[in-house]
């Protein structure tokens, strides 16, 4: 499978938490990121997670690890039509090497 | 705002065209990449640069030349491309390449349709 996996498409109503999971099957990973893409535009960092943290909490946005599962969630409080976007998971290995993995992107609908 | 900047924006070229993709960073990196987007694949590295010294090539195709003359600006090279080779191509980069924290900031990507 994957390295790092993600649901394809969630829609939610304005005014509405939005949960995004992804799950991650390298034990090693040290950093964990989220990104976000509008249409045709590129990839904004929009928070990130150490793997030695459990949550981390930035305004609207949540993060929550569970290393245990190897499972991650962005959580966006009181979602806005401006939040409509793709959502990148992404992980960075502790192997020397620079890369970031990422999912493949969970869409993001926000009806009004 | 975005401290890394990529031209053109849009490029649609033949197969047997030679073109160049260019990327700025004004961020004071170290450290820059390119990144392939195609509709069905996650987002795959293709190089990575360090202090000008190329350090990853992840198996790209030598259609695809990567130059890097000093830290703030990265190309990418193409020449005779394959239709499946249409995507959108961004370029990042990061303070310091390597172990540790590093954030990577994306540029808004060029997307390239190969006819």
């Known amino acids: 499978g994957e390295d790092v996996e993600q649901s394809l498409f969630l829609s939610v109503r304005e005014g509405d938490s939005s949960v995004i999971n992804c799950t991650y099957t390298?034990?090693?990973?040290?950093?964990l990121y989220w990104y976000k893409q509008e249409p045709g535009a590129g990839l904004q960092l929009l928070t990130y997670?150490?793997?030695?943290?459990d949550m981390k909490q930035d305004q609207r946005l949540t993060v929550l690890l569970n290393k245990k599962d190897k499972h991650l969630s962005l959580r966006i409080a009181d979602t806005q039509t401006g939040d409509s976007a793709i959502y990148f998971c992404?992980?960075?290995?502790?192997?020397?090497?620079?890369?970031?993995?990422f999912g493949s992107g969970t869409r993001l609908q926000v009806q009004p | 705002e975005t401290g890394v900047t990529q031209t053109p924006r849009h490029l649609v070229m033949g197969m047997t065209n030679k073109k160049s993709l260019k990327c700025e960073q004004h961020l004071g990196h170290n450290a820059m990449y390119w990144y392939k987007q195609s509709a069905k694949k996650p987002l795959e590295l293709m190089f990575v640069?360090?202090?000008?010294?190329?350090?990853e090539n992840n198996s790209v195709p030598s259609r695809f030349s990567p130059e890097c003359p000093n830290s703030s600006h990265l190309f990418l090279h193409l020449h005779t491309l394959q239709p499946e080779d249409s995507a959108l191509y961004l370029c990042a980069s990061s303070q310091e390449a390597g172990g540790g924290w590093d954030t990577q900031y994306f540029g808004p990507g060029t997307r390239l349709t190969v006819l």
């Open positions: 640069y360090s202090l000008e010294e190329r350090v």
């Open positions: 992404a992980e960075k290995k502790d192997t020397g090497r620079r890369a970031l993995t």
């Open positions: 997670i150490f793997s030695n943290m």
């Open positions: 390298d034990s090693s990973s040290t950093y």
